[in-house]
């Protein structure tokens, strides 16, 4: 078994983003910025930003987040979008998801929807998915991006591979696929409403979960020699960190193996910052 090590991945990357970020800065007037929205105090959301906002210091990027209670009204968000979209010194903005349903549902789409396009570093606007599923050139949503280059460096071959994809969010689940298929593999998504779930997983070379179950698929789940991908942030009964996959049971039947944490949490986050290089090089373009 090996454990695909996301968290040293991640570095090399981000490394050498950090050598590019200097060097544009230098010819530039400003440092690349990244604007975050954060609604509510969901506990891996949280994380996340919290993360994101280390990271990007690091790498000499300027993160500023949002932060909202709750009971925000969603035009309030909608708002501070659209005048982000128009500062020309944003080269970046993303939603932190998912958005909270404790006191009133958000319309996710609408909020998202509403980031202009060449600012979606997260790559979750209709038009950035489209681009994927059409296999043009676009932003790649930053956590299946993340999986694609963590596979990428452990020379993993994907043509040909039987590959479930569990969880159907647009998120995740759907780029996700696409990606997969674009590498010339056959996909299957699964959900919480699939029938004969534990068959079918078992059949898949590659198992990708991202359901948000606490170590829902445990080695039943799994084919022998399987490569398993787990996206999944939870905390278990005892408050520790663990994913949707039961790392213990299932890591002596498989061949590679995502942990949590150290797994795609940061691979989604060097890809995110990726992005953003990309969105910056092409704002500063835009308004020499």
Known sequence: MTILDGKTTSEEILDKLRSEISDMVDNCSRIPRLDIIMVGNDFAGEKYVAM????????????????????????????????????????????????????????????????????????????????????REGMGSATPTGIISLL?????????????????????????????????????????????????????????????????????FVKEDAIVIDIGTNRDYEGNLVGDVDFDDVKNKCEYITPVPGGIGPMTIASLFSNLVKTYKKNVARHR
Not at 200 to 217: E, H, M, N
């Open 52 to 135: 994101k906002e280390k990271k990007g210091k690091d790498l000499g990027i300027k993160v500023v987040v949002h932060k909202f209670e709750n009971s925000v009204e969603e035009k309030e968000i909608i708002e501070l979008i659209n005048k982000l979209n128009k500062d020309s010194l944003v080269d970046g903005i993303m939603v932190q998801l998912p958005l909270p349903r404790e006191y009133k549902t958000f319309n996710t789409k609408s909020i998202l929807e509403s980031i202009d396009v060449t600012k979606d570093v997260d790559g979750l606007t209709y038009a950035s998915l489209g681009w994927i599923w059409n296999e």
């Open 152 to 220: 990428r460096e452990y020379d993993i071959d994907l043509i040909g591979k039987d590959v479930v994809v569990l969880g159907r969010s647009k998120v995740v689940g759907l780029p996700l696929a696409a990606m997969f298929l674009k590498r010339d593999c056959t996909v299957t998504i699964a959900h919480s409403k699939t029938e004969n779930l534990t068959d079918i997983c078992k059949k898949a070379d590659i198992l990708a979960v991202a359901i948000g179950k606490p170590q829902y698929i445990t080695s039943e």
